[in-house]
């Protein structure tokens, strides 16, 4: 290589020129990250998997994915959360959404969408769509979050781990390119958790070490706002489990480090400004939205699920690293984010922090008490509690399955922390003991999940990555932030596509259709589904309707709407069945009278409710139009009639035409 000068650049002026540059991006990471996010925001890119709809549409010219795959099991995503949002385009951005479950219903609440309210404020990633076009508002949701969850990470790397920025960096790789973060980065606000739970815990420790009132008054109002935005996350089976991290840490933060502050009269003042900047804004949240919360408080499903721990296999606390496979096909008899976790790298944590504390007398405070809570965790995941206990613990809200996450974010600090101590480990043989004892751990925890045609590959890739990580975390340190490149890659950037617009949703004939004849024609109307009754199928077009202003009655439905349900004579059954969040698949039929499902009675399926509709009940209802990909005039009445309105994209739409002599 050679300089403009035409003399050649030495391998050290070379080495040089890197780390020069690399001090350069990491000094103006922020403004870096902002100028990317403005540049993605004007392109539309973004990671949501609604390119589905192209190929449910018969139309994958639509599709918005120009790398990866759009993934059918984020429905979450794609078929419940991002319509929501679109919706909400035809409301105004009103509180109260019309066109979810076609009656007023409070998307403030759960799946937390935009609107114009002072909640939204504490929701600072849908702003977007507030102020942008739709595609652009998706690309501002997409990226602004993961951009800043990497930042926030990244500062959260370099004050934990001890200032060691290499480390900081790989601890953000791992947690914004995490399996769980990457395969449920849409739905129940997991991603904000992560943000507002390490930037308040910062916060704290920057109050703790700075002099002046100016200065921790702004840190009060920051970690009030953080308080605030983390609770109207609204999904408690991770929020309880991650709340105890962050202010373990948060806590450990004041105890370690109060004797460098002064404390006096303004900072119980400043306390009490704290209290009341988090009690005003959910005060009005709670008391504005409190019929909401009591109607999804009393379902049968989730609001009464209550968990008192245990019921699941050990070998589950290693089966991250089937992670390592998931984005390359899953064959396992359920969808992998069922197993998503962080790549934590367990048990080195804990190894290490024995390891060091018996050869090198390494004792660190707070890694003794993050093990401590992960014993915990342990626990609760493996054994049942006594009720009272799950009670006071608050984790009855946290299904055992929910737990996970936790244990590993916590060995995924323990780890990392250790890490920070630069502390020699192992000699050769006992790396390679090491290495061939941890291969085989994880092929005991994935072996009975494996598909049997791909057994082979599969198991090599699984003891590959496997080994490596034992080597890199062993021996070979230098290479350490290369192969945390690489996990990164294999199991968290490939979960999502890389997409851009939203032409799936609005460029297809179907849309444009139900779009004209919402915007002449308020009715309600209802998605028709065809074989669902006694399967867990899910008619991924529920939801569709919505997206272009036409209230759907069996749209995803948050919580239940009784005043229309109780004009049918419901049975005791047939109300618990319809009293929870439900993925509503409504078939037509003119046989039998109406009769309610819940499929199986399955824990894996509470969240479906299938319905045989009479179609001489359609009118208490008060159904005007029906999405259908079947023909419907056979069901034809003497009281009820459907005329065919529009066939596009393999869908029909009817009319329904109701005889009132």
């Not at 250790?418 to 480990?425: E, G, I, N, T």
């Not at 047939?574 to 819940?598: G, W």
Request: with cysteine; charged share 15%; hydrophobic share 50%.
């Amino acid at each position: 290589m050679e300089c403009q000068c035409g003399r050649r650049i030495s391998r050290r002026e070379r080495m040089n020129m890197k780390v020069s540059m690399g001090r350069t991006v990491i000094k103006y990471r922020w403004p870096i990250g902002i100028v990317l996010w403005g540049i993605l925001i004007i392109l539309q890119i973004h990671g949501s998997s609604i390119g589905f709809y192209a190929h449910l549409l018969h139309a994958p010219e639509l599709d918005t994915s120009m790398y990866g795959v759009s993934h059918s099991f984020q429905l979450d995503e794609w078929a419940v959360f991002t319509p929501l949002s679109f919706s909400q385009y035809f409301t105004g951005f009103s509180y109260l959404n019309e066109l979810s479950r076609a009656t007023a219903t409070n998307i403030a609440v759960v799946y937390g969408q935009p609107c114009w309210d002072v909640i939204t404020v504490f929701r600072p990633f849908l702003w977007g769509y507030l102020f942008l076009p739709v595609g652009n508002g998706l690309s501002f949701f997409w990226t602004g979050r993961l951009i800043f969850l990497f930042l926030v990470s990244y500062e959260f790397g370099v004050s934990f781990f001890q200032k060691d920025k290499k480390l900081a960096f790989g601890y953000a790789l791992l947690v914004a390119f995490s399996p769980i973060v990457q395969w449920w980065f849409n739905t129940n606000s997991f991603v904000e958790m992560l943000i507002w739970g390490q930037l308040g815990v910062l916060l704290i420790r920057n109050y703790i070490n700075t002099d002046t009132y100016i200065k921790k008054t702004f840190c009060i109002i920051g970690l009030a706002y953080c308080i605030v935005a983390y609770t109207v996350s609204i999904y408690p089976a991770w929020q309880v489990s991650f709340a105890y991290i962050f202010l373990l840490v948060g806590i450990w933060y004041v105890y370690t480090q109060h004797h460098l502050a002064a404390w006096g009269r303004k900072d119980i003042l400043l306390g009490i400004v704290l209290i009341i900047l988090v009690i005003l804004p959910l005060s009005h949240f709670i008391i504005k939205a409190w019929d909401a919360i009591l109607a999804f408080m009393n379902t049968a499903y989730p609001g009464q699920r209550r968990d008192l721990g245990g019921g699941l296999d050990i070998s589950w606390l290693f089966r991250y690293s089937l992670m390592y496979v998931a984005p390359f096909g899953w064959k396992m008899g359920f969808a992998p984010t069922a197993a998503a976790t962080f790549i934590s790298f367990a048990p080195f944590g804990v190894f290490l922090a024995f390891w060091q504390y018996f050869k090198h007398q390494v004792s660190d405070s707070v890694i003794w008490l993050l093990i401590g809570l992960l014993a915990m965790y342990i626990c609760h995941f493996i054994a049942i509690w006594p009720e009272i206990l799950t009670k006071i613990t608050l984790l009855s809200f946290v299904p055992t399955g929910r737990m996970m996450p936790a244990i590993d974010f916590i060995q995924l600090l323990v780890l990392f922390r250790c890490l920070s101590f630069h502390k020699p480990v192992c000699n050769k043989k006992m790396t390679l003991c090491i290495v061939i004892s941890y291969s085989l751990i994880q092929i005991w925890a994935s072996i009975s999940i494996l598909e049997p045609m791909y057994y082979y590959l599969r198991a090599t890739v699984i003891v590959a990555c496997s080994a490596c990580a034992a080597l890199y975390f062993f021996r070979l340190r230098k290479g350490l932030i290369l192969f945390i490149v690489v996990i990164a890659v294999i199991s968290g950037m490939m979960d999502n596509p890389v997409a851009r617009g939203v032409q799936s949703v609005y460029g297809s004939a179907l849309g444009q259709k139900i779009e004209q004849i919402a915007d002449s024609d308020h009715g309600k109307w209802i998605v028709d589904s065809n074989y669902t009754w006694d399967t867990d199928y899910i008619n991924y077009m529920n939801s569709y309707p919505i997206m272009f202003g036409a209230p759907t009655i069996n749209s995803l439905n948050l919580y239940p709407d009784w005043g229309r349900w109780d004009a049918f004579p419901l049975t005791g059954e047939d109300k618990s069945v319809l009293n929870r969040y439900a993925h509503m698949n409504i078939t037509l039929e003119n046989k039998t009278p109406t009769t309610f499902q819940n499929p199986k009675k399955e824990q894996s399926i509470q969240d479906i409710v299938n319905i045989k509709l009479n179609v001489e009940d359609l009118n208490k209802l008060g159904v005007s139009y029906i999405l259908s990909e079947r023909e419907l005039s056979s069901l034809d009445e003497k009281n009820v009639r459907f005329q065919l309105v529009d066939a596009s994209n393999g869908f029909y739409i009817y009319h329904v035409i109701y005889d009132e002599s």
